[in-house]
T-cell receptor, first 114, second 113 residues
C-alpha cells in the first residue's frame, strides 16, 4: 500500500537553528510531492511542491526541499528557523496517474523557542 | 478572491445521527476532494468529485457519501455517526487539467458524543 513516513513527530529548536524534516514515501511510479504547513488555528497552506525538473525546490518563507528519487525521499529544510515557524508540517504524495488523491504523512510538530 | 470555504466551522452530534458538511471551492476550480483528519494524524482521503460525480474513493465505508452541485460546491454526508468519526473534515479544490495541485479549506470540526 502507498504510504508516507515522517520520522520526526516532534521537533524543538532554538531560533536561528537549522531545520531538516524527513519524508519518505512508498510508491514506485512518478509522483508529485508537497509540503504543507498548518499554523496554530489556521488551515493547511502549501509550502512548496515538486512535479518535475530540478529536484531542489524552493518554497515560501525560506523553505526548500530536495527530491531524491533513489531514496524515495523529499526532505524539507530551512537554514535558520524563526519563532513564527512554529507549526505542524505535513508531507504529501500524489501518485501522478490522473488521481487527485493525496497521501499524507502523520505530520511533524515543530516548536521554535525564542 | 475567496479561497476554499467550509461550513459549519464546528459541529456536535450524537452517535447514530447524520451530518452534512458543505464546501465551496476556490474561484475557477472545478474539482473537490474531501479528507478526514483525526487528532494527531495526517489528512486521509475520503473521495473526490468532478462533474458532479464521485471519481475516486478512499478506504471509507458507504456511510460516507457526497454530492457535487452544478456550481462546483460540494457536500459531505455521514450517516449513523460513530464516536470514531470525530475529526476535522477538510475540503480541497483544484482544477482538473494541470498538476493536481489542491487548495485546502479551514475545515469543519465534528465532535460525536
Amino acid at each position: 500500500a502507498q504510504s508516507v513516513s515522517q520520522h520526526n513527530h516532534h521537533v524543538i529548536l532554538s531560533e536561528a537553528a537549522s531545520l531538516e524534516l524527513g519524508c519518505n514515501y512508498s510508491y514506485g511510479g512518478t509522483v508529485n510531492l508537497f509540503w504543507y504547513v498548518q499554523y496554530p488555528g489556521q488551515h493547511l497552506q502549501l509550502l512548496l511542491k515538486y512535479f518535475s525538473g530540478d529536484p531542489l525546490v524552493k518554497g515560501i518563507k525560506g523553505f526548500e526541499a530536495e527530491f531524491i528519487k533513489s531514496k524515495f525521499s523529499f526532505n524539507l529544510r530551512k537554514p535558520s528557523v524563526q519563532w513564527s515557524d512554529t507549526a505542524e508540517y505535513f508531507c504529501a504524495v500524489n501518485p501522478n496517474s490522473g488521481t487527485y488523491k493525496y497521501i499524507f504523512g502523520t505530520g511533524t510538530r515543530l516548536k521554535v523557542l525564542a | 478572491d475567496a479561497g476554499v470555504t467550509q461550513s459549519p466551522t464546528h459541529l456536535i452530534k450524537t452517535r447514530g445521527q447524520q451530518v452534512t458538511l458543505r464546501c465551496s471551492p476556490k474561484s475557477g476550480h472545478d474539482t473537490v476532494s474531501w479528507y478526514q483528519q483525526a487528532l494527531g494524524q495526517g489528512p486521509q482521503f475520503i473521495f473526490q468529485y468532478y462533474e458532479e460525480e464521485e471519481r475516486q474513493r478512499g478506504n471509507f465505508p458507504d456511510r460516507f457519501s457526497g454530492h457535487q452541485f452544478p456550481n462546483y460546491s460540494s457536500e459531505l454526508n455521514v450517516n449513523a455517526l460513530l464516536l470514531g468519526d470525530s475529526a476535522l473534515y477538510l475540503c480541497a479544490s483544484g482544477i482538473k487539467d494541470g498538476y493536481n495541485e489542491q487548495f485546502f479549506g479551514p475545515g469543519t470540526r465534528l465532535t460525536v458524543l
